[in-house]
């Protein structure tokens, strides 16, 4: 029995209803909410400020530090609170992302605090947390190149989709199920996070990388309206 | 003690030609070779060498209560940490993100592909499973480590035998082992990581090369229905990687699944245990 309507009844290239709006943290100096559905992350952005201790600073350029946690209660079997060997990754990949686009030979010595907390999971926390950061970012006035916008592409059986669920990562009828999540730049189109779990024959690669642009072009319109000040809310 | 910077500068040089400081083509890949049972009173151990890097690889295992969620499999976790042997940079401590990442990296390669077939690790459904627990050393780090490391973890993986298990105390009887082999399957992962240096691609890079890089593809293909299937991918690094350049990443390591899989499978078959 192949994969022919998605489990939510989503068309294929179809995202879940999107929340996003900036400035739910008021002591930060840039925050942001970004929702797919039922996973929601809020971000906060502190700094750029000096970096402490002084032996961490790079003497040509700030770093990005991300911090990713989880609510304890935000997945159905409690998550022990405290960084695990998962989050430490996505804060790395994160870190990594929002580096690829500031540019931080303008703040030598400093840092700027990332800190990322996913309310509610449903599949797809690192690119909700990435967008959410991303608009933090820009809430907080850091100057970036280009936008980024993040969203996982799934293989599920045989067929491509965008923004998948928990439900769908728990699919595993004919070729199973693949989690790609994708983040790009707004203009270049450039990869600035990628990963994947599962199975993609090589020839299908492009049409997930097809697929994460067109989701992406969605998700930065989202994010832009969110820093012009509009608080979306497509959740019944 | 080198400047990492005037490196990194003969390496962009280099590269817009097409060379390497050590005469490689961007795609062309250091000696490899692989030993196994390096360390006895493991369940299955390896030694791999690319070029000047050396990392050795042991697989223990253990008997334990499933996953909730998966309760007729075994359970699989990977480690790394790099020895303070491996080099200068490196002390004693906690394992850094580079380990965190490489342990992860190369845990996703082999359990998406189904080279381990997991439900025949189990021993009474929702009980007791058999856990593979993979430790990943570093003892020399000459660059592509985390390459290295995944052919170890396979190596080893080949070669464990199972530990005599008492059935009915439910203990494992630890250095005495019996003629049973793993539960593999033919979907031996190969994992290849792409480094970016300037706007070059290149493949296998020694630790100069690694230093000089600003991004890192590694992706792990194996076989699907005869079919070469990408089950794991991480991009690493703080610049951003072009589709194009993802296009010939893909395209390539078509081209090196077809050169490095005969070649360790060849090394592999070659040891008596």
Same mark, same amino acid.
């Given at each position: ?75 159905? $079997? ?42 509610? =999971? ?10 959410? =950061? ?34 769908? $990562? ?39 990388? $097809?697929?994460?642009?067109? =989701? ?21 | ?67 909730? !969620? ?78 290295? *490391? ?30 049973? *082999? ?25 630790? !100069? ?10 992706? *792990? ?53």
């Amino acid at each position: 029995m192949s994969y022919t309507k998605r489990l939510d009844k989503r068309k294929f290239d179809e995202l879940r209803p999107i929340k996003a709006e900036v400035g739910i943290i008021p002591n930060a100096d840039g925050s942001a909410l970004f929702a797919f559905g039922k996973t929601i992350a809020i971000a906060a952005v502190y700094g750029p400020k000096p970096l402490h201790p002084q032996h961490m600073q790079e003497p040509d350029r700030g770093i990005i530090r991300c911090n990713y946690n989880m609510l304890p209660f935000s997945v159905t $079997e409690r998550a022990k609170p405290g960084p695990s060997r998962r989050s430490k990754e996505i804060s790395m990949v994160t870190a990594n992302a929002l580096s690829s686009v500031v540019d931080l030979t303008r703040f030598p010595g400093t840092v700027i605090d990332v800190d990322i907390l996913i309310l509610q =999971a449903n599949a797809s926390t690192r690119c909700a947390g990435i967008n959410a =950061a991303a608009m933090a970012l820009a809430h907080a006035g850091v100057v970036m190149k280009e936008m980024v916008s993040s969203v996982s592409i799934g293989k599920i059986d045989d067929k491509i989709v965008a923004d998948i669920t928990k439900e769908e $990562e728990d699919y595993h009828e004919g070729e199973g199920p693949t989690d790609i999540p994708f983040t790009l730049t707004s203009r270049t189109k450039e990869i600035v996070h990628l990963q994947l779990d599962g199975k993609i024959q090589t020839h299908r690669f492009a049409e997930a990388v $097809e697929c994460a642009k067109n =989701a992406c072009d969605k998700i930065l319109d989202y994010q832009m309206r969110a820093l012009k000040g509009e608080k979306i809310n497509e959740n019944e | 003690m080198q400047l990492p910077n005037i490196n990194k500068k003969r390496i962009i040089t280099l590269l817009k030609e097409g060379k390497r400081l050590d005469q490689r083509k961007p795609y062309d890949i250091r000696d490899i070779t692989i030993e196994t049972g390096v360390s006895i009173n493991a369940e299955g151990t390896s030694r791999v060498k690319i070029g000047k890097s050396e990392v050795i690889v042991g697989v223990k295992m253990d008997v334990q209560t499933p996953y909730t !969620d998966h309760e007729d499999e075994g359970t699989m976790v990977t480690s790394m940490e790099f020895s303070p042997v491996a080099g200068e940079r490196y002390e004693a401590g906690p394992p850094q993100m580079d380990s965190i990442e490489i342990a992860r990296v190369v845990d996703r390669g082999i359990r998406e592909s189904g080279f381990i077939d997991w439900k025949k690790l189990c021993i009474k459904s929702g009980e007791k499973v058999w856990s593979i627990l993979i430790d990943i050393y570093c003892i020399n780090d000459d660059g592509n480590i985390l390459d290295a *490391s995944a052919i170890g973890a396979v190596a080893a993986l080949k070669v464990a035998k199972f530990p005599v298990y008492n059935e009915e105390t439910g203990k494992v009887k630890y250095g005495e082992f019996t003629e049973n *082999s793993l539960p593999l399957t033919e979907h031996l992962p190969i994992t290849m990581s792409f480094y970016k240096i300037g706007d070059k691609l290149l493949f296998d890079p020694t630790r !100069d090369e690694e230093d000089a890089s600003e991004a890192r593809i590694t992706l *792990s293909v194996s076989l699907f229905k005869k079919e070469k299937a990408i089950n794991s991918m991480q991009k690493g690094g703080i610049t951003s990687i072009k589709l194009n350049e993802m296009d010939e990443i893909i395209k390539e390591s078509e081209k090196l699944y077809d050169i490095l899989l005969p070649k360790i499978e060849k090394q592999i078959k070659a040891i008596k245990k």
